[in-house]
């Protein structure tokens, strides 16, 4: 795994905590999330401090293609009936402003944003790419319909989204975090309270917030049975063409596109983490296709948190749990919902009213349907005779021959070979 965000890029170094050490806000996790949210409480003038239990931005935010967009992996059309017209036009334009604040960020902090189009299409439904446009244009959002791609991809129709962006994520990450107060390799053992646990002392907050991309107190808010996780394979190519925007499909079988500098990035093959998969094949024939004289460079796979109604979960960490927080569940959209979710929780932190705070409350209602289905893939897995087993939950474990990894099906923790951790929500090594 070789992600190009890394390539030529210094990291910055930052402590361990040592010691007992007070703040009115902890957050814990130091993605793009963790960062962000750091930020916005700063620029509140609340205190707080951020620790990250290995190296900040080497989670999930390495993996990024940093797409900015309003794009959502649900269409807006669609959840007009669950949430209404003003609620989804809040949401929409609670994304738009995403992108803008990252413009913003980037004229202080560069990071080679661009702007860029975006399209989202579709290779059969050619209606409800026409439906979403309809949606999109009736919140005064100006998309247009289109039937041909800037690449010969044949389509039945497409959504275009005018001026987005993307950017390099780190480069960003990393000129944020040199202005915050972060630990890193300060892992959170356990949280008592308020009080986080580290191997070098204690924290004691006023309130936290739980950043680790999937949440790792199982006791509260059964974010094990709202949500799972999603992996995807990515390459970048040389002597690719440049397409000049962004591209992305409206199933999980399709393909994703941008251009970084001289790479053309493409991604594909989602599936549900732990389930058998084809790996880096169907991107591998994809690029041969309709790229064939581009090189491959790079490679790696990257995950996402997946919440059953598409949106993320961004609030009250439990009722049970006063004064703790919680940002996850943003599908394939991790940049720009990390943005949204740090505006949300600064206002919710600050007393302040936010509209957005009960649409996107992990306490709201979920269809029965999509949580029995998701428990059904945990039954599944549990009630597998098999080990290794996943020190989460108790799930058995499947191998991953294509990342050489043990992955959990449940909630997508995995582990090296030898049993090491390599993603939450388990918090330590399987045996």
Request: charged share 20%; proline share 6%; glycine share 8%.
């Amino acid at each position: 795994m070789d992600e190009i965000w890394t390539k030529d890029l210094l990291k910055p170094q930052f402590p361990a905590l040592q010691g007992d050490v007070n703040t009115d806000v902890l957050i814990i996790g130091g993605g793009m999330a963790g960062i962000l949210c750091a930020l916005r409480l700063q620029q509140a003038g609340v205190e707080c401090l951020l620790v990250e239990g290995k190296s900040i931005g080497m989670g999930i935010t390495k993996g990024t293609t940093a797409v900015l967009s309003a794009q959502r992996d649900k269409r807006y059309a669609q959840w007009l009936s669950p949430l209404g017209k003003q609620n989804t036009k809040r949401y929409l334009n609670a994304n738009l402003r995403a992108v803008e604040e990252f413009a913003e960020l980037s004229r202080q902090y560069p990071c080679d944003f661009s702007r860029a189009d975006a399209y989202l299409y579709s290779l059969h439904d050619k209606k409800a790419m026409e439906q979403e446009v309809k949606a999109l244009r009736a919140f005064g959002f100006d998309a247009s319909f289109c039937d041909t791609l800037p690449i010969a991809l044949p389509i039945a129709g497409a959504v275009r989204y005018p001026n987005m962006g993307q950017m390099h994520p780190l480069k960003l990450l990393y000129q944020l975090a040199q202005r915050l107060p972060v630990f890193e390799h300060t892992f959170v053992q356990q949280l008592d309270g308020t009080t986080a646990v580290t191997q070098r002392g204690k924290i004691h907050a006023k309130r936290v917030i739980v950043a680790t991309h999937f949440p790792f107190l199982n006791r509260h808010g059964m974010y094990f049975l709202k949500q799972y996780q999603a992996r995807s394979y990515v390459i970048a190519y040389e002597n690719a063409p440049e397409i000049g925007c962004t591209l992305d499909s409206d199933t999980a079988d399709g393909f994703y596109l941008r251009n970084y500098g001289k790479y053309l990035i493409v991604g594909g093959g989602e599936h549900r983490t732990g389930k058998k998969s084809r790996g880096f094949a169907p991107v591998e024939a994809f690029a041969k296709q309709y790229f064939p004289k581009a090189t491959p460079v790079a490679r790696w796979a990257n995950q996402d948190c997946m919440s059953l109604d598409g949106l993320p979960y961004v609030g009250a960490y439990s009722p049970n749990l006063p004064n703790v927080y919680v940002a996850t569940g943003f599908g394939g959209w991790g940049m720009t919902g990390s943005m949204v979710a740090a505006r949300v929780l600064t206002d919710l932190l600050c007393g302040r009213n936010n509209p957005l705070a009960s649409i996107l409350d992990p306490a709201r209602t979920m269809a029965i349907g999509q949580l029995l289905a998701n428990l059904g893939q945990t039954l599944v897995n549990f009630l597998t005779p098999t080990t290794p087993r996943c020190p989460h939950l108790g799930c058995a474990l499947k191998w991953n021959h294509h990342e050489h990894s043990w992955d959990c099906p449940c909630h997508g923790s995995r582990f090296t070979a030898e049993g090491k951790l390599l993603n939450n929500p388990a918090t330590k090594d399987a045996k």
